[in-house]
């Protein structure tokens, strides 16, 4: 009790928390095998800002600012593997921070099972502790989507959010925020990019174009810079490891990426869970019982549910179909997701190039999908069948963790 009286949060959240720092930290815990790319990145770093910002320029297929910030972390720590390892650490912290920040107006059971899916990922454990720009990719786009989400949600008058005025301060995280993952990784330049078209068209973000179009430009100016003076054109060529089948194994790293309990796979451990995650959701989506009696009423709708009315601001926007699909957050979620796979399937046809991680800027946005659909399956099955799908999956994932960080 006291400590939710001085943090504002439930014990049983806190040791969730507690319980999923301890699991992101395994891979600092054990003994690992230095992997060329974490070398590759300290040799990088091992220089000045400048010379870093040239050298990522014509050697690098992703922008700066992973490289500036592990510079400066190297600065203040040290520069050795295990010192820097610790800087990944951190961001995969402060993802699970941002999603207990901003999931505590929602019921504890639409907090904990994103948090389990998000923590016990086995692509975001490995990166949580290796040298590379994914942690703190997923940090950036954990803040992003949840501001995002929140932002889209004032359009109620009476919000206290509008009250207290505190939507320009959540307005500037987002534009922020999005900026920095744009200068992150170019999956996160994308994943940017799909959320300011979006909002372009139903400006609920932000009432006025001309922010997302100003982000829009800065975002545009370092892959300028790169073709002008670098080798964006070379970069293709870095990817020459990978094999992909464009659409059916695009897809499979996405689920490598982000929910690799379900793969399109012959083997047969895979086939079963992809047959009963589909009958769960067939079952979630069709069956007849009501919703449970007693609901929070903070909740929000269940999977696929829409709101009655869209707001008069909107109404004159998109035709009503149309704008009542996209104020619904789980489509909302689920276009980004397929936008991000759309683009990569269409890449892979000209040259394979997508891989799992890259895949992981969607990963805050499945695991609040997968919120949405264990909500759905609590509403009209009960609590027990959302428990074992959850436990079921975070006990895979915890494997597939343990046998990921155990290569190199």
């Not at 800087?87 to 505590?104: D, I, M, Q, R």
């Not at 992150?184 to 990019?193: M, Q």
């Not at 394979?352 to 895949?359: D, G, H, Q, R, V």
Request: hydrophobic share 50%; proline share 6%.
């Amino acid at each position: 009790m006291k400590l939710r009286r001085y943090l504002g949060l439930p014990g049983s959240v806190l040791i969730l928390v507690a319980a999923l720092a301890f699991q992101l930290s395994k891979g600092l815990r054990m003994a690992r095998v230095d992997h060329p790319d974490e070398e590759w990145t300290l040799a990088a770093i091992n220089s000045s800002f400048d010379q870093i910002v040239v050298f990522v320029l014509k050697e690098d297929n992703h922008p700066p600012l992973y490289y500036l910030v592990a510079k400066v972390w190297s600065l203040l720590l040290g520069l050795s593997i295990p010192q820097v390892r610790l800087l990944s650490y951190g961001f995969a912290l402060l993802a699970v921070a941002c999603f207990v920040v901003f999931h505590t107006r929602y019921r504890l059971i639409s907090l904990f099972v994103p948090l389990l899916l998000l923590g016990t990922n086995p692509l975001f454990t490995y990166f949580a502790a290796t040298i590379r720009p994914y942690a703190m990719m997923v940090a950036l786009t954990s803040i992003v989507t949840l501001s995002a989400l929140l932002l889209r949600e004032r359009g109620s008058a009476g919000s206290r959010l509008e009250v207290q005025g505190d939507m320009p301060m959540i307005r500037g995280i987002f534009y922020g925020t999005g900026l920095l993952l744009g200068l992150t990784h170019y999956y996160g330049t994308l994943y940017v990019a799909i959320l300011l078209g979006i909002d372009a068209v139903e400006r609920r973000i932000s009432r006025s174009r001309l922010p997302g179009i100003g982000l829009f430009s800065l975002l545009l100016l370092w892959p300028l810079f790169q073709k002008l003076f670098g080798s964006l054109e070379k970069q293709a060529e870095s990817n020459q490891w990978v094999e992909v089948l464009p659409f059916l194994s695009t897809f499979n790293n996405f689920l490598m990426g982000n929910f690799p309990v379900v793969q399109v796979s012959r083997q047969p451990a895979y086939l079963f869970a992809s047959a009963v995650f589909a009958a769960l959701v067939v079952a979630a989506l069709r069956s007849p019982q009501n919703h449970r009696a007693g609901a929070s009423q903070s909740a929000r709708p269940p999977f696929g549910a829409l709101p009655r009315k869209a707001p008069k601001s909107l109404v004159f926007t998109l035709p009503q179909p149309l704008l009542e699909l996209l104020i619904n957050r789980s489509f909302y979620l689920s276009l980004i997701v397929g936008l991000v796979y759309l683009f990569s399937a269409l890449v892979d046809l000209v040259v394979p190039f997508s891989t799992p991680y890259y895949f992981l800027v969607c990963l805050p946005a499945t695991v609040l999908l997968f919120d949405s659909l264990c909500q759905a399956i609590e509403h009209r099955l009960g609590i027990w069948p959302v428990i074992l799908v959850t436990g079921g999956a975070v006990a895979c994932q915890l494997i597939l963790s343990q046998q990921r960080l155990a290569l190199p």
